[in-house]
């Protein structure tokens, strides 16, 4: 009860202290309290320190508590569920990877959905996976943009197909960002401000320099 009561502290260390002591000793009636406070916690590690204070409790305790919070009205609380459970790895949750939180509007939880979705992914449903990642082609900045071409690059050659499609489009940002993403996926160390700025001088090119 203390534990549970240092959640709410105003301190953040008391807080840091309290999600401790849950993870030491888990029992799976604190599940609820420790998702209910990364909806709202504003601390970076002690957020940190609730996804591994989750991850110490038994699975079925957690994935369906952290389902139900991907449905929340609250970003913080969909990609906090999401990025626990990207670190649980329990492939039961894939089903919930939706396509609404994969497009969802707020970039911090589209990004979190991606990562967690290459995580969990059935290697046989990776294409329609990379179909609908490659739908937010030329998407906000830079960050949110870099994630996206991770994301899909951890997906290996199931990515070409999509790409290829994408380099057609008449939207210059997405043709860059899918030129850019196919540079990543065959030269991991080329870094993506470079690939991104040969990705402009190729379409810059015209067509014709895309299919080389």
Partial sequence: MQALQGLENTNSSVRLKAVMAI???????????????CAVEPDF????????????????????????????ANPQARS???????????????PAITR????????????TAWRTAVALVPEDEKPQLAEVLAS????GD?????????????????????????MRSAEPPVVQHAIATR???HDPEAGFELAVEEAKRIVALGPDAREQ
């Fill in 136 to 139: 937010q082609l030329g998407r």
């Fill in 142 to 166: 830079r960050a949110t943009r870099l994630s996206l071409s991770r994301a899909l690059t951890g997906l290996g050659e199931t990515i070409v197909p999509v790409l290829e499609a994408a």
């Fill in 23 to 37: 993870g030491t000793a888990p029992d799976p009636g604190y599940v609820d309290s420790l998702i209910e406070r």
């Fill in 100 to 111: 609404e939180l994969l497009t969802d509007a707020d970039d911090g939880v589209a990004r």
């Fill in 183 to 185: 540079r990543l996926l």
């Fill in 45 to 72: 590690y002690v957020r940190d320190m609730l996804t591994w204070a989750i991850t110490r409790h038994p699975v079925t305790a957690t994935v369906p508590r952290l389902v139900g919070a991907l449905r929340s």
């Fill in 80 to 94: 906090q569920a999401l990025h626990t459970l990207s670190k649980l790895g329990d492939r039961s949750a894939w």
